[in-house]
């Protein structure tokens, strides 16, 4: 199938040989990106993903995707967070049934799941290609998160913490620090409708896993 890339959250150019979505990059081939950000562009979370019309959603259905990262310059965040051991999760979103009936609505002669599990009531979740996974924190040790949703727009994800003695806060949504910080919360939500990536601190008082 032909391929191109798209990035999200990059305030870059559209143009080859940077982020042009018109671009067609054939079977057995391959094309060196190379996008310049600008100085002036906020650090922050994004992410990249096969950008073909008409397949762009199975692609991203079946975990096509990766996470695009711009760093933060040096003493750009508060000390807190800027020395948190750094956590990054691509959440994925794998509904079978929901992924063929997309296949099927475009007619698309070419789309199959191989040997496994098949079938519409086929729901599964991954974080970083892992099942379950898990993350530890020591006791007032503090940690940021990168998250990034990518899934089903049907189907909405709220990350919880399920301890009391632990306090998550909001640092930024869709790759933008917000103005508020530090805003407690309860939830990182990840709404339905779009895809979504956003940026929490996460601090406990005894150990957390």
Not at 19 to 48: C, E, N
Not at 123 to 139: C, F, I, L, M
Not at 169 to 191: E, M
Request: proline share 8%; net charge neutral.
């Amino acid at each position: 199938i032909i391929e191109s890339l798209h990035f999200h959250g990059g305030h870059v150019s559209g143009e080859l040989p940077s982020d042009d979505i018109r671009l067609k990059i054939a079977p057995a081939s391959s094309y060196q990106y190379q996008t310049t950000f600008p100085k002036t562009h906020m650090p922050g979370t994004h992410w990249v993903h096969p950008h073909v019309h008409g397949a762009a959603a199975l692609h991203v259905f079946n975990g096509a995707a990766l996470a695009l990262i711009v760093k933060d310059p040096p003493n750009y965040l508060p000390p807190l967070i800027e020395e948190s051991k750094e956590v990054l999760m691509l959440l994925q979103d794998f509904d079978l049934g929901r992924t063929q009936a997309v296949a099927d609505e475009m007619k698309d002669g070419k789309f199959s799941f191989g040997p496994g599990r098949n079938g519409s009531n086929f729901n599964h979740r991954t974080v970083n290609g892992q099942y379950k996974p898990e993350v530890s924190a020591r006791p007032n040790e503090w940690m940021r998160w990168r998250v990034i949703y990518v899934g089903h727009n049907t189907h909405a994800m709220n990350l919880r913490i399920r301890d009391e003695n632990c306090e998550m806060f909001l640092l930024a949504k869709d790759g933008i620090y917000i103005q508020d910080f530090p805003r407690l919360i309860t939830v990182t939500p990840i709404p339905a409708e779009t895809i979504r990536w956003s940026e929490t601190s996460i601090g406990s008082n005894k150990p957390m896993r």
